[in-house]
């Protein structure tokens, strides 16, 4: 009896120190693991190696769930990149007679009766024929670009109206799904007077970015 009492207490000892552990230290531990992902995340974003080569792997591309938040900017610039540059150009100033610069246009900037629904609308649904840039005619096509994200879309056009001394407000990603969904009727590029037709839509400015300079 003696010698079972022992063993009974003995084993009580190895169950205290086979518990687990507190839930206030796993809790403790997961908040720091977390806090270092979020820390990396959002300090390292500025050096990450995708930002600066545009072949490298694509964050926001192909429907990628949790990407790291990045400025839309620097996102933007990377898409501009891989997508529009051959046309516009890295300065945004296009070619003469060909294509059309981004730089100071009237469609970029949203100014007078363009809306920032023309915008987004040539961009998703593209463009043919007579088209009058900054005074200037060009009479070409360019491609839908409805295969890119809401927020691709929205990324490169905060781009654009932000680079080369464009100073307009950042386009929301929500704003390009309202877009999209008034034009998913749309199977033919645009038309100058097509787009034109349409009436001028100019959504709230998004709190913290620049004014436009009229
Ligand atoms: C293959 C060449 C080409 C590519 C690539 C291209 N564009 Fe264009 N873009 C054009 C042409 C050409 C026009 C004028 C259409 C016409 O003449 O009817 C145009 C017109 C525009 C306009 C309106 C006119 C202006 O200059 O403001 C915008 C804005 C624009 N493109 C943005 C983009 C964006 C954003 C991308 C990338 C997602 C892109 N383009 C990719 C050829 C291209």
Redesign the pocket.
């Known amino acids: 009896m003696n010698h079972d009492h022992h063993i009974h207490q003995h084993e009580n000892g190895t169950e205290e120190t086979n518990r687990p552990l507190s839930p206030w230290l796993v809790g403790a531990f997961m908040l720091s693991l977390c806090w270092g992902g979020f820390y990396l995340a959002f300090n390292s974003g500025g050096f990450r190696q995708d930002v600066y080569e545009s072949n490298a792997v694509n964050w926001a591309g192909g429907g990628a769930q949790a990407a790291a938040p990045v400025d839309p900017k620097v996102v933007g610039k990377r ?2 990149t891989q ?6 150009q890295p300065t945004g100033m ?1 070619v003469a007679g ?5 730089v100071g ?4 900037l949203s100014q007078g009766n363009m809306g920032e629904n023309h ?1 987004v609308m ?2 998703l649904n593209g ?5 009058m ?2 005074g200037q005619a ?6 839908p ?1 409805k295969q ?1 994200s809401d927020e691709q ?1 929205a990324d ?2 905060t781009y ?1 109206r932000s680079d080369w001394g464009n100073n307009a407000p950042a386009i929301t990603p929500d704003f390009v799904t309202q877009i999209r969904k008034e034009t998913a009727a749309t199977t033919d ?1 645009y ?2 007077e097509q787009l034109m037709a349409m009436p001028a839509i100019k959504p709230a400015t998004v709190p913290g970015s620049s004014p436009v300079k009229k």
């Open positions: 898409l501009y997508n529009c540059v051959v046309c516009h296009g060909q294509f059309p610069p981004l246009s009237e469609y970029v915008l040539l961009v463009l043919q024929g007579h088209f840039v900054k060009y009479n070409n096509a360019m491609v670009w890119l879309i490169i056009l654009i590029s038309t100058q």
